[in-house]
């Protein structure tokens, strides 16, 4: 598995790419801010997209959108469920 | 009633445009041409929209903003194939991908509502908002919606919109009923006595007022349309016009829906011989292509000829009264009569 | 100003998970049956894990009801079987009036579209392009329409799960706007893999049976079926040989206006189509004898429909229950066969009781009611909303109808 860093740098360019935020660059996105509302302004739906996201790429399946708010708070705690998930 | 704005995305740029140097297209379609739509859509929102969303929501917008009004008293759509696009992409993830890893994007864009349910949402506007799905007379029955409420006095402005998209699969599968033409080109399809037409699409706009505002582009007087008739189209018309006091000899300009197959202008041509005998007229399929709501694209040309006194391709004075006739592979005949005011 | 003329229901049709008819919807309500079961006629990789309320009539079974050929849109089947119940029901001499059919769905012929496309995207020269002549709305419409001989007026409307709501008020638009004398209008839904795997990718479908109004909710069942109703002017229900079922007395369409799909918190759509509905009908919260909620079972619907509902009656809450815990949510027909069930619960003088609630809803100060409740119902509050934000609301109301 790869290490952290490269994880983050490739999630964000995963979320821009399946989210469709067509003018955001990696570096744009802080490891720590929020996801949603007040940080990248994502809503319900992009969560349910990053459901998806987590299951293509990383074969790692959620059992509800409510399990997502604590996975997706920012891209740090996506990389930190991904590694502790990951087989 | 009055059309107080009205706009559209169409294959052509703009009214003036159309008045000057109609854009020209070769093959079996036309393409809209999109505006820059940053000038009306959140960023936030627009990243989501496919081209139809954003086709309608721009126009939608324009009208608003041409009519100074913040927010109408209700929303109608019209739309006969509805959001084309994000069917497609839902629909062929979920064969290709086996029913899995599907993301919910494309199917909530998928629902025929969205142009209207986004445009509300844009205004956050809570009024009645409805939204029509029938063929090709989608945009007529969001119209009459529209003047029913103003009618009634549950609405005094109403927008009202038709819209309807080309996509690569939808257009390969109606291509293969042979409705269109291989090797058209919209300066010669009408009259070019050739079976088939070319395909088109658009999103026009409507801002409908009970009163006349200034500025308002024209009156409409009646509108009319039918289902697979058994009278005879003529009667229909000649019925019509009786209704609405109105002599065939007072309308300055006819405009007519023939899409150019050699099949069907014998009955266009047989009505100008008839109902609509010496009648100024002309046609607006070489300038939107044939689909569904194509006679919202209609409306919006009139409206504007109204507007402006100016008729595309034709020199002389400014028609005061207008009828447009329609008829959607001839089930949807529809008729609008409007005024310059 | 003059009195608004009544639009009265004249005639019911309905086919859903519980009942090929209205007879036997009734008897499904009474007796506490549910239609939910493992999928057994929709093909789909979710069969062993979604429940889903299907219709137990295979398409030939429905084409034989139907008079139609059993290749064409379930969709259109569906709709047909009610459409005619409806008209027979109303035992109307349709030719004699200026009729409407106006009916409603949230994806037409997909049902057949998505078994073309598999083909279709292997070679775009393949496949049946029968199978594709029904895909759009209106196309679904027009069979039904072409079948009863109906074409006065003809129209679709699609609101997604409200889709039928409206088309059933503007059937009464109609009427008393003079343009119409008979209106079928109602809505109609095939089950498709189409919807089955898009309300899945909202995770918003529940693996049980689901719950509406439950605390531990966890979603919704998708159902199938169509419903009908014969609105008719006063002119026409003097002609008629029974008495109306009741009266369509008030109707609202408001939009949340606040996300794609879900409701606001405070059910701000929900709450101006019940006030716009019960203005319309001149009626106050005090008289509605019974709700017949949206009550989809998801965690979205029920609060924001509860909480708007809360606010409204405010201690005075009427017995109200989700018949969706008997049919699934049938998109498109769900508003129509509500109304259907509306105007059954005013002539039978009862309260469905909603199925499976173990644990009311914290937020709430009301529940929903569980068992069978015989009482006078005068007026019945009907309440459709969908993605996009629609929301529509119907009163229906017992109607003093002396002509018989």
Redesign the interface.
Known sequence: MENKQELIHRLKEQIIK??????KRPEDIGDHDPLFVDGL?L???DA??L??LL??EYNIKLR??EEGQDVFRSIDTMADYILEHSA | MYIQSAYAVSPQGSFNELLENPAQYRGDRLTCKEPDYSKYIDPKLIRRMSRIIKMGAAAAMECLQQAKVTMPDAITTGTAYGCLADTDQFLTRMVEFKEELLSPTAFIQSTHNTVGAQIALMLKCHHYNNTYVHRGSSFEAALMDAMGLIGEEAAQTVLVGGVDEIIEKSHAILSRFDLYKKEGSTETLIGGGTKGTMAGEGAAFFLLNGNREEGSLAKLDAVQNWYKPTVPVATLIEDFLKRNRVAAGSIDLLITGNNGDARYGGQYEALQQSVFKGIPSVTYKQFCGEYPTASAFALWMAAHILGTGQVPGVEGPAPKRILIYNNYKQQYPSLYLLSAC | MSKEQTVYIGGLGVISAIGNNVAENLEALVSGRAGMQAMQRLQSVHKDTLPVAEVKVSNDALAELAGLPAEISRTALLSAVAAKEAIADAGIELPAWRRGFISANSVGGMDKTEDFFPGFLQDAASGDLKMVAHHECGAVTEVVADALGIKDFVTTISTACSSSANSIFLGARMIRQGLLDVVVAGGTDALTRFTLNGFNTLMILDQEYCQPFDENRRGLNLGEGAGYVVLVSEAVAATLNKKPFCALSGWCNANDAYHQTASSPSGTGSLLAMKGALKKSGLSPEDISYINLHGTGTQNNDIAEGTAIATLFEGNYPPMSSTKSYTGHTLGASGAIEAVYAALAIREGLVFPGLRLQTPMKDLPFSVTTVLEKRKIDHVLSNSFGFGGNCSSLVFSRAAFNHL
Request: glycine letters at 6%.
């Open positions: 399946q989210l469709k935020l067509e003018n302004g809503d319900s739906i349910l997209e459901i998806v299951q293509q509800s959108a």
